[in-house]
Nanobody, 125 residues
Framework: QVQLVESGGGLVQAGGSLRLSCAAS????????MGWFRQAPGKEREFVAA????????YYADSVKGRFTISRDTAKNTVYLQMNSLKPEDTAVYYC??????????????????WGQGTQVTVSS
């Protein structure tokens, strides 16, 4: 079983930065894809970014491209989301998630198998 623990959320002014971390434990992740999703009040959970554990290929939602960077530290079993130039519309609960290899696209929330508890990010204007 995979366990995911997020940290790093908080309150920041518009234009500021935050770095989220997701520490994973439970098994080997070499074949996994890791994703970050977010959910604002009254909205559906949406894709933010994803990274392949092996090789490190990355994917981003258009809304965060150029501002957010996803990365992973294989030695620490940790995935990061560096968020720069934050906007009020980035306010949401952010979740990390892991998926095993299989059908479906990495931006699809339904293909992910394991989820963290979420961390709140609030961007004030």
């Amino acid at each position: 079983q995979v366990q995911l623990v997020e940290s790093g959320g908080g309150l920041v002014q518009a234009g500021g930065s935050l770095r989220l971390s997701c520490a994973a434990s439970g098994r080997s992740f070499i074949t996994y894809t890791m994703g970050w999703f977010r959910q604002a009040p009254g909205k559906e959970r949406e894709f933010v970014a994803a990274i392949r554990w092996s090789g490190g290929r990355t994917y981003y939602a258009d809304s965060v491209k150029g501002r957010f960077t996803i990365s992973r530290d294989t030695a620490k079993n940790t995935v990061y989301l560096q968020m720069n130039s934050l906007k009020p519309e980035d306010t949401a609960v952010y979740y990390c998630a892991f998926r095993r290899p299989g059908a479906g696209l990495d931006f699809d929330v339904n293909v992910y198998d394991y989820w963290g508890q979420g961390t709140q990010v609030t961007v004030s204007s």
